[in-house]
């Protein structure tokens, strides 16, 4: 009924990060409308919802991406307390996007550099944060490569080689290797063979719950939502209409939208 | 001793949106209370509300009204007023679901699937792996199929891995979905067995038991519920 049994680390720390009141509109067209939520550390928030109820609008907010029209976005920095990640300098955006946050995007090429070895992709963000001995980062590099069940012989092999499920996975391992405490997917399995889904799923499960992550995600597959995500926010139109315990939203839902959502779901 | 489980005014209805804003009323101010070491078998017709209450036990339905406290000695918490961190805490720490049907977590083998709610609270792989072993013999899974993934077992090994699953840690509070509904008669014994154990470490237990020789075994009272009167539509001729 539920996704993964799991601890929630930190249970008395405060929360990771804050949305107030997110606002944006493309023109005159509203894109996102008053969005409030907190994110717990080592919490999955899983966003639902069809194309263009704003989830991923929401999502480049979240990560800087885009600047909101009204609104804020609070971050739990250590040693400094709850930033405004909208106010922060280019310089400190850049370190915490790079060293506190990773981004998955749905299509791999948009998160790797295709022109570089799969062991630079992963290399490459652990020396942005100072790592220089080649042998580590080679080694550091391998080791990661293995997690996300890529063989060490393909280390030196340019991601265009890859298949796309490889290549996904090699994105995620970008991400994850320089330890990231929040880490953002943007339908991370999206266009992907349902057997390739299948893998990475168990992948992302095991690394949440190994690393302590928080995740947001975004996604229009309420399957992955179940699996991966402790709690859900239902999009439409811009706005939140209905959020709580996945398995609750999931199994009683509310709100008409969500109703529609979840008895669209054809069986397989 | 105070009950662990104490349900007060509780009230539910399904409201469906998309077909035609049927209201369906299935209960209201039910109150239920399960001490430490009792068993309560829900009973009543089917769509009475059985299922429907030990979900909102669980926190998978939402109640309209009325409280559900779980209470421990880490205080109590209600159910149906906690917001989801709360109660995916509590589902780690106090709260058992055996339901009939398992949900089958791509590529995961049985035996850390059955071991995970003890890994989730902290114990070591190993004796997690053993207890979930000792589970997994006792409701007679062939060890060969121990480290696969039970997507591809039959229907009564995958409700038999997740009876497994739903024992495997000492939760203070059990929900039972007719556990041993579709079972042989082997089988049944075993899940009267743990049951019994259950009870006598101390847990609270709610459960759907329609087999009545399981039923009378296990269960110190029998609570029913009776399907709540929905005003019946005028007919339109």
Known sequence: ?268 | MQPIIRVRGLAKQFVLHTQDEAHIPVFSGLDLDVRAGECVALAGPSGAGKSTLLRSLYGNYKPDAGAILICTDAGCVDVAAADPRTIIELRRTTLGYVSQFLRVIPRVPAIDIVAEPLTALGRPAGPARERAAELLTRLRIPERLWRLAPATFSGGEQQRVNIARGFAAAYPVLLLDEPTASLDPDNRDTVVALILEAKARGAAIAGILHDEGARDRVADRVFSLTPAVAPEPCPAC
């Open chain 1, 1 to 268: 009924m539920s996704a993964a049994a799991r601890a929630l680390p930190v249970p008395d720390a405060g929360p990771l990060l804050c949305a107030r009141g997110l606002t944006k509109s493309f023109g005159a067209q509203p894109a996102l409308e008053g969005v409030s939520f907190d994110l717990w550390p080592g919490e999955v928030l899983g966003v639902v919802g069809e194309s263009g109820s704003g989830k991923t609008t929401l999502l480049n907010i979240l990560a800087t991406h885009l600047a909101p029209d009204a609104g804020r976005v609070s971050y739990d920095w250590p040693e400094r307390g709850l930033v405004d990640v909208h106010a922060l300098a280019e310089a400190e955006k850049r370190r915490l996007l790079r060293s506190h946050w990773g981004f998955v995007h749905q299509n791999p090429r948009d998160g790797l550099r295709m022109n570089v070895s799969a062991g630079a992709n992963v290399g490459e963000k652990l020396m942005a944060l100072g790592l220089r001995h080649y042998g580590k980062l080679r080694a550091r590099a391998e080791e990661w490569l293995g997690k996300v069940e890529i063989g060490p012989e393909r280390l030196d092999d340019l991601p265009a080689t890859y298949s796309g499920g490889m290549q996904q996975r090699l994105q995620i391992a970008r991400n994850l290797v320089t330890e990231p405490r929040l880490v953002f997917m943007d339908e991370p399995t999206g266009g992907l063979d349902v057997s390739v889904q299948a893998r990475l799923l168990d992948l992302l499960r095991k690394l949440v719950a190994e690393l302590g992550l928080a995740v947001v995600i975004v996604t229009h597959d309420l399957a992955v939502a179940r699996l991966l995500a402790d709690r859900l926010m239902v999009m439409r139109c811009g706005r939140v209409v209905e959020s709580g315990l996945t398995d609750q939203v999931l199994d009683d839902p509310h709100h008409p939208y969500t109703q529609l959502l979840v008895s669209s779901i054809l069986q397989a």
